[in-house]
């Protein structure tokens, strides 16, 4: 059985175009962001394909979920993997967990499967994750 390994580093949001879900005045209401982020370190990604929906329970409060899309490598293996996505913000910030998707892994990173996170502040344009991982 493999040991899981530890490995961490940075991503930078690329760009963000989020549109309402029905209703854009109402609260609570939903959205979907279409996200492209970059990630470097251990996992090394450069314009990943991210889709979220929100839901907002304030103003500035609320939880989404997502799935994003990573082509390149983890410590040094390449291929490709998808991410399923879960966490809440507030005024301050977000917080995420994410999962590697069961079966995603393709290349060096089939059998990929590891999970992660990190936590954001408001307006940072760089924000640290983690990531745990097995290959099998």
């Known amino acids: 059985m493999p040991t899981p390994v530890e490995t961490g580093g940075?991503?930078?949001?690329?760009?963000?175009?989020?549109?309402?879900?029905?209703?854009?005045?109402?609260?609570?209401?939903?959205?979907?962001?279409?996200?492209?982020?970059?990630?470097?370190?251990?996992v090394e990604a450069d314009r990943?394909?991210?889709?979220?929906t929100i839901a907002y329970t304030g103003e500035n409060t609320g939880?989404?979920?997502?799935?994003?899309?990573?082509?390149?490598?983890?410590d040094g293996r390449k291929g490709t993997f998808v991410l399923e996505e879960r966490g809440s913000?507030?005024?301050?910030?977000?917080?995420?967990?994410?999962e590697v998707v069961p079966g995603s892994g393709t290349g060096d990173l089939a059998g990929l499967t590891g999970s992660g996170?990190?936590?954001?502040?408001h307006g940072e344009a760089s924000v640290e994750y983690t990531f745990t991982y097995d290959i099998a």
């Not at 990943?48 to 979220?52: D, F």
Request: charged share 15%; aromatic share 14%; hydrophobic share 35%.
């Open 10 to 42: 940075r991503f930078t949001f690329a760009d963000w175009q989020e549109s309402p879900a029905g209703p854009a005045e109402a609260t609570p209401r939903l959205a979907r962001a279409e996200v492209t982020n970059s990630f470097t370190g251990g």
């Open 48 to 52: 990943t394909t991210c889709t979220y």
């Open 63 to 74: 939880t989404y979920t997502g799935m994003e899309l990573l082509s390149g490598s983890v």
């Open 89 to 98: 913000f507030d005024p301050a910030g977000a917080v995420c967990r994410f």
């Open 117 to 121: 996170g990190f936590t954001s502040r």
